[in-house]
C-alpha cells in the first residue's frame, strides 16, 4: 500500500479500495468501499497583525536616543504591506515606541508574539529589544544579542534573553512566547522597538494564536 503524502494533498484525500475475492469468479464484480482519509495535524497557526504601514489606532508615538518613527518602502523594501518603520543609525540605546492604542492586542494562553526584523549588514546593532506594555507597564521584553540595555532584570519576564541577534542584511522573524513575557492573559495597547548600537528596520508585528 502507498501512502498517502498529507502535505500533497492538503490533509485530507478520498480514495476508493477494492477488495478482491481469492477466486476469479468471471462476471462477478469485486467488492469495492470509499474511504475518507485524514490525518490528525494540528490546525495550523491563526495570525494577528497588530502593526503593519501604521501604528494601532488611537495610538500616540514618541522616540528616545535620536531615533524616530521614520517609515520607509526601500533600503530595505518592506517585509509586507508598503512601509516599514526604521530606527535611526546611532550609537548606544535608541529606541520608538507607542502607546495606548485603542485598537487593543489580547493575549491569550499559548499565544506566540512576533516581529520582523532587518538588520542593517555594514550597521549592526549589538542588541535588539522588544518591549509590550499592558496597560500598566512596561516590564514585558526580550532581546536577542548582548546584554546592554539596562533595562529590568535578565533571565526574568522584564528582560528575557532570546538567543543570538538574527542573521543581518535580510528579514527575520522574532518570536517570544507569551508566557516567557508575563503576557498571557493581558490586553496590550503599547509597544517598544528598542536598539544598542546600529541600526534596524522593522515590519509587521503581532501574535500567534493555536
Given at each position: 500500500?502507498?501512502?498517502?503524502?498529507?502535505?500533497?494533498?492538503?490533509?485530507?484525500r478520498?480514495?476508493?479500495?477494492?477488495?478482491?475475492?481469492?477466486?476469479?469468479i468471471?462476471?462477478?464484480p469485486?467488492?469495492?468501499?470509499?474511504?475518507?482519509?485524514?490525518?490528525?495535524?494540528?490546525?495550523?497557526?491563526?495570525?494577528?497583525?497588530?502593526?503593519?504601514?501604521?501604528?494601532?489606532?488611537?495610538?500616540?508615538?514618541g522616540?528616545?536616543?535620536?531615533?524616530?518613527?521614520?517609515?520607509?518602502?526601500?533600503?530595505?523594501?518592506?517585509?509586507?504591506?508598503?512601509?516599514?518603520?526604521?530606527?535611526a543609525r546611532a550609537?548606544?540605546?535608541?529606541?520608538h515606541?507607542?502607546?495606548e492604542?485603542?485598537?487593543?492586542?489580547m493575549?491569550?494562553?499559548?499565544?506566540?508574539?512576533?516581529?520582523?526584523?532587518?538588520?542593517?549588514?555594514?550597521?549592526?546593532?549589538?542588541?535588539?529589544m522588544?518591549?509590550?506594555?499592558?496597560?500598566?507597564?512596561?516590564?514585558h521584553?526580550?532581546?536577542?544579542?548582548?546584554?546592554?540595555i539596562?533595562?529590568?532584570?535578565?533571565?526574568?519576564a522584564?528582560?528575557?534573553?532570546?538567543g543570538?541577534?538574527?542573521?543581518?542584511?535580510?528579514?527575520?522573524r522574532?518570536?517570544?512566547?507569551?508566557?516567557a513575557?508575563?503576557?498571557?492573559?493581558?490586553?496590550l495597547?503599547?509597544?517598544?522597538f528598542?536598539?544598542?548600537?546600529?541600526?534596524?528596520?522593522?515590519?509587521?508585528?503581532?501574535?500567534?494564536?493555536?
Amino acid at each position: 500500500m502507498r501512502p498517502i503524502d498529507d502535505d500533497r494533498f492538503g490533509g485530507t484525500r478520498t480514495v476508493t479500495l477494492r477488495i478482491a475475492t481469492m477466486f476469479y469468479i468471471p462476471d462477478y464484480p469485486n467488492d469495492t468501499a470509499t474511504v475518507f482519509i485524514k490525518d490528525n495535524d494540528p490546525p495550523p497557526p491563526t495570525e494577528t497583525v497588530w502593526v503593519d504601514d501604521t501604528v494601532p489606532a488611537g495610538a500616540w508615538t514618541g522616540a528616545d536616543g535620536g531615533d524616530s518613527w521614520n517609515w520607509v518602502s526601500e533600503s530595505p523594501p518592506p517585509f509586507i504591506g508598503t512601509v516599514a518603520h526604521q530606527s535611526a543609525r546611532a550609537p548606544g540605546i535608541h529606541c520608538h515606541y507607542f502607546a495606548e492604542a485603542t485598537e487593543t492586542l489580547m493575549v491569550n494562553p499559548g499565544d506566540t508574539l512576533f516581529t520582523y526584523v532587518y538588520l542593517d549588514s555594514a550597521n549592526p546593532p549589538r542588541e535588539v529589544m522588544l518591549e509590550w506594555f499592558d496597560g500598566t507597564s512596561w516590564a514585558h521584553a526580550a532581546y536577542w544579542g548582548e546584554n546592554l540595555i539596562p533595562w529590568g532584570t535578565d533571565g526574568t519576564a522584564s528582560q528575557r534573553p532570546m538567543g543570538a541577534l538574527p542573521t543581518a542584511g535580510q528579514w527575520v522573524r522574532l518570536e517570544v512566547p507569551a508566557s516567557a513575557v508575563a503576557l498571557e492573559g493581558s490586553t496590550l495597547s503599547g509597544m517598544n522597538f528598542v536598539v544598542y548600537g546600529g541600526q534596524a528596520t522593522w515590519d509587521f508585528s503581532g501574535k500567534t494564536s493555536q
